[in-house]
């Protein structure tokens, strides 16, 4: 089972990023879809979430209006799209996976928004 993030990086403040979770050695489209990050010195926090089919999606209060998370189920890839990043957003965010007692994690991608 992998988990594989990309695209984070640095960012100026009011910029956008898209970040990517490949996932391989599970049936991707059984699962539901989580993004969320871990800033220094603070818990981890759910940032968004997607059902398996897609329909159904979430955020956290914080993320409303400058996040979207979508997934493709026929290329196994989860997405958040995130704009209007703000120096709080900068965290590692991880991608996950959960269905029934199943949970898997990626190793995390660092955003960090600073001018």
């Known amino acids: 089972v992998q988990l594989v993030e990309s695209g984070g990086g640095s960012v100026q403040p009011g910029g956008s990023l898209t970040l990517s979770c490949a996932a391989s050695?599970?049936?991707?489209?059984?699962?539901?879809m989580r993004w969320y990050r871990q800033a220094p010195g603070k818990e981890r926090e759910l940032v968004a979430a997607?059902?398996?089919?897609?329909?159904?999606?979430n955020y956290a209060d914080s993320m409303k209006g400058r996040s979207t998370i979508s997934r493709g189920n026929a290329k196994n890839t989860v997405y958040l799209q995130m704009n209007s990043l703000k120096p709080e957003d900068t965290a590692v965010y991880y991608c996950h996976a959960r269905w029934s007692k199943n949970r898997y994690w990626g190793q995390g991608t660092q955003v960090t928004v600073s001018s």
């Open positions: 050695g599970f049936t991707f489209s059984n699962y539901d």
């Open positions: 997607i059902a398996s089919a897609g329909g159904s999606t």
